[in-house]
């Protein structure tokens, strides 16, 4: 892992040494970008690749920022599914725009009755719900894997992610979790936010990585699944 200057703006890289042939650049949703490449990389070949294709890199993340923006109302129809339980949908004029659930029923309580309105009002109020689950949920990760093993404590951000359920930067100290796990059941919240924290102790995939998940989750494979 290095930090590097490119785009704009100041990017983690992640490195990940495979038995590939040539260098292969990945740019993530935060930001942040991977790369792949045999060991016999050094760092300085890296930072030099990643600043010979930092005009990619700016036109990649333009793209993605599009992508997101055609696939971020997800809220059509009569139905929405909140922590894994469906919900009828009914609107109501208001002035000022917030959401209720009451019983078997979600009301959207709206200034304007547009898809952006709709989904503004959502998320605001999922990104809410989340982030209250995450402060009751992390003082056993933050007791089990930063303190005991002598980490510092992440800053935890909710925010809406179409291409990932969450991500972490070690070197900041810090992991997003998406708000569009309010969909799902609360178990699959915890499972994202395991995941993240182990990724404090081992950054990539490894079986080391997956071997702490399922210690501290043994059933993780139903809600991995799940989000798939």
């Not at 979790?177 to 995941?195: A, F, K, N």
Request: net charge positive.
């Amino acid at each position: 892992m290095m930090e590097i200057f490119v785009g704009g703006k100041q990017r983690t890289v992640w490195i990940e040494y495979k038995r590939n042939r040539n260098l292969y650049l990945r740019v993530m949703e935060d930001g942040n970008l991977h790369v792949t490449c045999p060991r016999r990389f050094t760092q300085k070949e890296i930072r030099a690749f990643i600043l010979e294709k930092e005009d990619w890199i700016i036109k990649t993340e333009t793209k993605q920022e599009k992508k997101q923006e055609t696939t971020s109302y997800g809220l059509d129809g009569e139905n929405i599914m909140w922590l894994g339980k469906w919900y009828s949908v009914r609107y109501e004029t208001a002035r000022k725009s917030f959401l209720m659930i009451e019983e078997d029923e979600i009301v959207f309580y709206l200034k304007e009755n547009t898809k952006e309105e709709i989904f503004k009002t959502f998320y605001k109020d999922a990104a809410k719900q989340i982030l209250e689950m995450v402060k009751a949920r992390r003082e056993e990760w933050d007791k089990k894997i930063c303190i005991a093993n002598g980490k510092p404590l992440p800053k935890i951000t909710v925010k809406y992610m179409t291409s990932r359920w969450g991500s972490c930067t070690p070197a900041h100290q810090s992991i997003s979790i998406s708000s569009r796990l309010i969909h799902y059941p609360s178990q699959c919240l915890d499972y994202v936010l395991l995941h993240e924290y182990a990724h404090i102790l081992q950054l990539n995939h490894s079986k080391a990585f997956w071997d702490i998940v399922e210690y501290y989750m043994p059933d993780y494979k139903i809600y991995k699944k799940l989000l798939k």
